[in-house]
């Protein structure tokens, strides 16, 4: 689309009862990065109350009619995914906004192709509008959803903010405060905000057929109620959500042979056909129970927001044989049925793709929506795990999604310890759950295997056999990026942070001619590379697997401080890194070609000085940490297997060096939490 044109969704697809938007940039650094935010409009231009106001510290609408689902990477940055249930948008909402900000003084002109894009419920993509002209601004509106009768239409918009994500909200009738009167606030009524926040457990959201009692709020008190009565201060205070502890309490056994009581047990599990059934009813069945678990596994899918109900080993015909897939998800929104059909793998079973063909063909027939498939595989951006086709005649269309157990696991770990749920049953259930998961006999482990090219491409690089445009070097690298999405949302769901990979590729390349590329560099120099951008850290985590010396290599670059003497820098890093292993690698970076002074951690603690290049002229530009331990060489998950070694690597960087390092400074102005609605 270009700039200022629209277009009516029911002109271009059938099924956009919700839509899913993607806004998208990448960064020839790396590291560039903006938030989104919604904004429902009435027919004034402005919002009705500042809950209109969608963003990253109120990301879902309680009707379900908007769901920000987070960032997933692209062959070259990251999309933004927003989903939109427009059959649940208030009639008196006129249009929709969808936005994107930066902070920290960055603009939209340093990032490479800033575009949005469309999706039907189905998946398939309906539209995409590039914002080329984004420059000295630090917020960009890319588009609006609107109604035109009984039809919405979408409009490119390109238009943007210097003022930022402050700038723009207030505009549309979002209160705002600066920060001087937010830090004064913040500083008057933190005691008070403390004892509101702990006083009472909130209700959850209605629920038509509950099947698990919601938890009552105590009564209020007069102090309680008349903090009540004023105004919200915050979106992000708004309502507090259950989350389970940290610290594990003590138990009550009198000695570890005493096993706890599961809601799932995996002990009498024996075969593959009973490790599916088994894993397929639980996560369905909590998934019906736990809306927000629910949910976030299927708005990306294009569900509505709506009651579920699942089922779990049901007939359907198809032929002369009836089918019966694993699982099936249906959700009822005002008299309207979303259905998908569920296939389910454990352990190393990979789909088949006729059983797959025939659940599509089932679906297209009976006019269901999708097709989930949920293994312990990976998928990757332009290689699907499965390939299927598609009749273009039929009126109806079916979408095929996949999910990792590995994606399931970490939405559970992101509800129960960091985002929260509606009461403590739900929190339970969902503990429950990850427990089952994560058990060594529930066969819901995720990517587990580097597949049988592992073996052959690693004899190659050894004995120097291995050439260019080999096939299985192609395949090593797809496991190898498979694996590091998987090191992400495990790290993720521990951190309760956003963990992506990032992909430094040109503009436009398409995903298989990136993977040929690095394949090609596996051949020629017997490495596998990957950089994690982990929020809250000060540089990328580098990772790289050297198979001619068995080595992993865990690296970190963290910048000079802009004030301060050298001395002063070294001295405080070393302090920061009082519990970081005695052989963790230091080297200082300089702007000169001859390089800066490199030593260990167990040589430098006696002796900070010995960082600083011996020519005082030398301009320090920062520091890197590096940390190298033998990898496993078999290619699946043992404990001598390569992905434990990459596993446990990562973790031992994260948690013994790149946690004690300084964090980037806090977002300000129209910035994380400086945004404020009151």
């Not at 210097?162 to 606030?185: H, N, P, Q, R």
């Not at 894993?279 to 949910?295: H, I």
Request: charged share 25%; aromatic share 6%; hydrophobic share 40%.
């Amino acid at each position: 689309m270009t700039k200022g044109s629209n277009v009516t969704l029911a002109d271009m697809s059938e099924n956009v009862g919700s839509v899913l938007v993607s806004l998208g940039w990448a960064s020839s650094v790396g590291d560039g990065d903006a938030d989104v935010s919604v904004l429902l409009l009435d027919e004034n231009g402005k919002v009705r109350s500042d809950g209109d106001f969608y963003f990253y510290n109120q990301p879902v609408a309680a009707d379900g009619s908007v769901q920000l689902l987070g960032k997933t990477p692209t062959a070259n940055g990251s999309e933004d995914r927003i989903s939109f249930d427009l059959t649940a948008v208030p009639v008196e909402i006129d249009r929709i906004v969808v936005a994107a900000s930066r902070y920290d003084g960055a603009r939209f002109g340093e990032l490479d192709d800033v575009r949005i894009t469309l999706a039907d419920g189905a998946g398939e993509d309906l539209l995409r509008f590039a914002v080329d002209d984004a420059d000295a601004v630090a917020a960009v509106i890319f588009g609006e959803l609107y109604r035109r009768g009984e039809a919405w239409k979408f409009r490119a918009i390109g238009q943007g903010y210097a003022a930022g994500l402050a700038g723009l909200a207030t505009d549309f009738g979002v209160d705002i405060e600066d920060d001087a009167s937010t830090e004064a606030d913040e500083t008057s009524s933190a005691a008070a905000d403390d004892d509101e926040r702990s006083a009472a457990l909130p209700a959850p959201e209605p629920r038509e057929e509950a099947t698990l009692e919601a938890i009552p709020a105590p009564r209020p008190s007069e102090d309680e109620s008349a903090a009540a009565s004023r105004p919200a201060a915050r979106p992000r205070t708004a309502k507090k959500k259950v989350t389970l502890p940290k610290a594990v309490k003590k138990t009550l056994a009198e000695n570890d042979s005493w096993k706890q009581a599961r809601l799932f047990p995996v002990s009498a599990l024996k075969s593959d056909r009973d490790r599916e059934t088994r894993a397929t009813s639980t996560l369905l069945s909590v998934m019906a129970q736990v809306p927000e678990f629910g949910r976030g596994l299927t708005a990306a899918f294009g569900a509505p927001a709506g009651r579920m109900e699942t089922f779990a080993e049901v007939s359907l015909p198809h032929g002369d044989t009836p089918r019966r897939p694993d699982g099936v998800i249906r959700v009822e929104r005002a008299g309207k049925l979303w259905t998908a059909l569920v296939e389910t793998k454990t352990n190393g079973n990979p789909l088949k793709a006729e059983q797959v063909q025939a659940y599509m063909d089932i679906a297209a027939r009976r006019g269901y929506e999708a097709v989930i498939t949920l293994s312990n595989d990976v998928a990757l951006e332009g290689s699907p795990l499965v390939d299927v086709k598609i009749d273009r005649r039929r009126k109806h269309k079916v979408a095929l999604w996949h999910l990792s157990w590995a994606e399931v696991a970490h939405q559970a770990q992101m509800l129960i310890r960091h985002e929260g749920v509606g009461n403590a049953a739900h929190a339970w259930l969902l503990q429950e759950l990850l427990h089952y998961l994560q058990h060594e006999n529930s066969g819901c482990h995720g990517f587990q295997n580097m597949g049988p090219a592992w073996v052959p491409v690693r004899n190659g690089i050894d004995n120097e056999t291995l050439c260019q445009g080999d096939g299985q070097a192609l395949e090593v690298v797809e496991s190898w990026e498979r694996l590091i999405r998987q090191v992400c949302l495990q790290l993720g769901g521990e951190l309760g942070q956003k963990v992506l990979p990032v992909q430094r590729t040109r503009r436009g390349t398409d995903p298989t001619q990136r993977r040929s590329l690095l394949a090609d560099q596996l051949c020629l120099y017997g490495k596998l590379q990957a950089e994690l951008r982990i929020d809250g850290t000060p540089g990328v985590l580098a990772l790289s697997a050297d198979l001619r010396t068995g080595k992993l290599r865990t690296a970190i670059d963290i910048p000079a401080p802009d004030q301060g003497y050298p001395l002063s820098w070294a001295k405080r890093l070393v302090r920061r890194l009082a519990e970081a292993p005695a052989d963790l690698h230091v080297e200082t970076l300089v702007d000169s070609e001859t390089g800066g002074p490199r030593a260990t951690l167990e040589r430098l603690r006696p002796e900070p000085a010995d960082m600083l290049p011996k020519d005082n002229g030398t301009h320090i530009t920062g520091f890197r940490l590096s940390l190298r331990k033998s990898m496993g060489s078999g290619r699946g998950n043992a404990e001598s297997g390569f992905i434990r070694s990459v596993d446990d690597a990562v973790q031992r960087f994260y948690t013994t060096v790149v946690v004690h390092l300084d964090s980037p400074a806090p977002r300000r102005g129209p910035g994380k939490d400086p945004v404020t609605a009151g």
